[in-house]
């Protein structure tokens, strides 16, 4: 039978009841949990009664594969129709294996890196009975302040949505669902990461321009490449709740890309809308919902509660419930859940494949091309003799695996002081640097490099966790400066799940960026600090020098006024007391390799709407150093009917290459990677002068000009 028929033939022995039910999902303590107290609670809160419950269509975060199996078994005992549960979970950089977080993905610049860190946690997600990942959030920020930058792929339309695209390759297998893959939902769409002063949830108030142009783009690519779900993001846009934003939901999503997938509401925030003051009640907030093209409600029971009498008051149309209630079936069948409805989970099979040596040794692969170099004198790498003294919060530290991994414990992680043993002369987790003691002192004086960890906590960020100041906690600064008074060299790790203030601490003889690196985090870092790996991270997004540069972006727009070096005309766009550049710009770190770049060259001097101009630089490893390097392509469109940014990566590889070789790069532009989008949302593309970029981060680069003549 066709899949539409098979899904009208199911939608037609189902009751209104159970229809909406399928739009609701439920948390797991509501069916099971070890007190009888804490469903009752749970259902109280919701104000719901048992029966209800087997209605419900899905379920958020599910403990173990065992849990699954229970959960799906009680259901369907008790349930009046047989539709079975579909389980979705937050599965963000790993399930039990660990890989760094999203902002250090996005680091790598190689989008293999992140598809294949998605492949094994789909894998192991998928094994644990796990239908659908929250992931990836396509959430663009320019706001260092914002905690979830965390899980975002930083400040770039092309890199968050090259990695977002790359992570719904990963794991859906590139769409082949129920094979040892999973559904994805992207999220939270849109425009969340442009929270007013970074604080979470905060209002968002964003011109169309820069949501078509900035915002958007990522939460289309990761559509394109076979998301099945869109969760809808906690801010207002235009003054309107995302959840119940019909501009969102229809005419970006259904009508102008056509998307047919399921939309579903973060966590209560249809009812959250009573307290936005967009609807006087529940009533009006399911209304709302569902004229705005909310499919799915989380953790909430406005649909389930009240969607009943609007549909039999006519307010509703019944046809609508049915449309939607057959796309979720329609997910169902895709993930093979009418055939077996313990598809994929297998209790056995989840611990042997879970932090299996294959997973764990890529979760090291992908820490050691996430972290980023930001100074190096020519301290690292160490030789195999340095005498280290390694102090700071993180010198004994395992919690490297950051913010959402529930499921990885830090027990899995080697801590520094395990992995350095051999070189270690001295360790200490002291953070002020009076409590050390003479003899202590003395080991810091004589060790041949003093190795400090700083940064934050993993608690310091992810969502909820937004700061009003970036700068290093708890005076690590002065701590970093006291030992730099007396040790013969000092090598800083810094951790945390956003940019930073490092301006102090760049003084160090070398600084590498760590973020959380994940289940492999120390080793990665012992085998990058050793030599016998070679940094290859950039930046994903500007590190600014102080809070108030913020928001700090390299494809910022020109000025009338624009600031240039060296001008002494003071009524240019600029401050008094600082810069106008960040500390470490977009794409920026560096390698033990020397990567010297020429010959950059167009191959012919006109495009056709069917061609690629081919653009050519020679790269040359002027080392005896194996390394890779990010090779980073902007443009920027000199004169259009709208200013345009004077920069906009396009295009990036990363290449390997062996000692001193040399290698001809090549890159392919067309039309649509030299159009923009307007504030309608068109797409437009305008004859004149390009300036194309080619070089190892934004501000280091060489360049030409090309006139595109249509
Ligand atoms: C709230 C978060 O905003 C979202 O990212 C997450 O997926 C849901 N809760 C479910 O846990």
């Not at 919690?399 to 270690?424: C, I, R, T």
Request: hydrophobic share 40%; aromatic share 10%.
């Amino acid at each position: 039978m066709k899949t539409d028929k098979i899904i009208n033939e199911i939608i037609k022995n189902m009751t209104l009841t159970e229809k909406i039910g399928q739009m609701t999902q439920l948390p797991p303590t509501i069916y099971i949990h070890d007190s009888e107290a804490v469903i009752y609670g749970a259902l109280r809160n919701l104000n719901l009664d048992r029966l209800q419950t087997f209605n419900a269509g899905s379920i958020l975060g599910i403990g173990s594969p065992k849990e699954m199996i229970k959960l799906q078994k009680l259901y369907l005992d008790n349930a009046t129709h047989k539709v079975p549960l579909m389980f979705m979970a937050d599965v963000i950089h790993g399930y039990k294996t660990i890989f760094p977080v999203p902002i250090a993905l996005a680091s790598s610049f190689n989008f293999d890196v992140a598809r294949k860190a998605a492949r094994i946690s789909a894998k192991e997600s998928y094994l644990s009975g796990i239908h659908v990942v929250f992931s990836p959030m396509c959430d663009l920020s320019r706001d260092p302040r914002w905690g979830r930058v965390v899980e975002g792929f930083g400040e770039d339309v092309y890199l968050t949505g090259e990695m977002a695209k790359a992570m719904v390759e990963g794991y859906t297998n590139y769409g082949k669902l129920g094979e040892d893959s999973v559904a994805c939902c992207i999220k939270h769409f849109a425009g969340y990461g442009a929270a007013e002063g970074g604080r979470d949830y905060n209002t968002v108030d964003l011109s169309r321009l820069s949501l078509y142009r900035d915002y958007l783009p990522a939460y289309k690519k990761a559509l394109d490449a076979g998301a099945d779900l869109v969760m809808t993001a906690f801010n207002t846009l235009d003054g309107v709740p995302a959840v119940i934003n019909p501009f969102l939901l229809k005419d970006v999503l259904r009508d102008a890309w056509q998307s047919k997938a399921l939309t579903i509401a973060d966590y209560d925030a249809l009812n959250q809308v009573i307290e936005h003051g967009a609807a006087k009640d529940q009533v009006e907030a399911a209304l709302k919902g569902i004229k705005a093209g909310l499919d799915i409600e989380m953790a909430s029971s406005v649909y389930m509660n009240k969607l009943e009498n609007l549909v039999k008051s006519n307010q509703v149309f019944e046809s609508q419930i049915d449309e939607i209630v057959g796309r979720i079936i329609e997910l169902k069948i895709k993930l093979n859940l009418f055939e077996n409805p313990y598809s994929g989970v297998n209790p056995e099979k989840e611990k042997e494949v879970c932090l299996s040596e294959e997973h764990l040794n890529y979760a090291k692969e992908s820490a050691i091309e996430s972290a980023v170099l930001l100074e190096n004198n020519g301290i690292l790498p160490f030789k195999q003799n340095t005498k280290i003294a390694l102090v700071g919060p993180f010198s004994k530290s395992r919690a490297f695996n950051g913010p959402w991994s529930w499921k990885g414990k830090d027990d899995v992680n080697s801590s520094l002081e395990e992995v350095f043993q051999e070189q270690l002369k001295f360790v200490s987790e002291k953070t002020n640097f009076n409590d050390f003691t003479d003899d202590e002192l003395l080991q810091i004086k004589n060790a041949d490099v003093c190795l400090i960890t700083l940064g934050e906590e993993p608690h310091l960020s992810g969502e909820a966790h937004s700061r009003s100041d970036i700068s290093l906690p708890n005076n690590q600064d002065e701590f970093f400066e006291s030992i730099k008074q007396i040790a013969k060299k000092t090598v800083v790790l810094v951790f945390g799940g956003r940019p930073l203030l490092l301006n102090r601490v760049k003084k160090a003889d070398a600084l590498m960026m760590c973020w959380f690196l994940g289940s492999k985090s120390s080793e990665a870092i012992y085998d990058l600090c050793m030599g016998k790996a070679n940094p290859s991270g950039k930046l994903p997004m500007s590190f600014p020098r102080n809070v108030g540069q913020i928001p700090i972006y390299y494809n910022y727009l020109n000025t009338g006024r624009a600031y240039t070096e060296g001008s002494r005309n003071p009524f240019v766009s600029k401050y008094l007391d600082v810069e106008n550049t960040p500390l470490y710009p977009f794409g920026y770190g560096l390698s033990y390799a020397n990567f010297k770049y020429s010959d950059l060259s167009l191959l012919k001097n006109d495009l056709t709407e069917n061609d690629s101009l081919v653009i050519s630089v020679t790269i040359t490893n002027e080392s005896n150093t194996l390394g890779m390097e990010a090779v980073q392509l902007y443009i920027r469109d000199y004169v259009a009917d709208i200013v345009r940014p004077v920069k906009e990566l396009k295009k990036v590889k990363k290449v390997l290459f062996k000692p001193n070789e040399s290698k001809r790069i090549e890159f392919e532009l067309n039309y649509n990677d030299l159009s923009y989008f307007d504030s309608e949302g068109k797409l437009k593309l305008e004859n004149g002068d390009f300036l194309i970029m080619v070089g190892c981060s934004s501000e280091e680069y060489l360049s030409l000009n090309f006139n595109l003549k249509k």
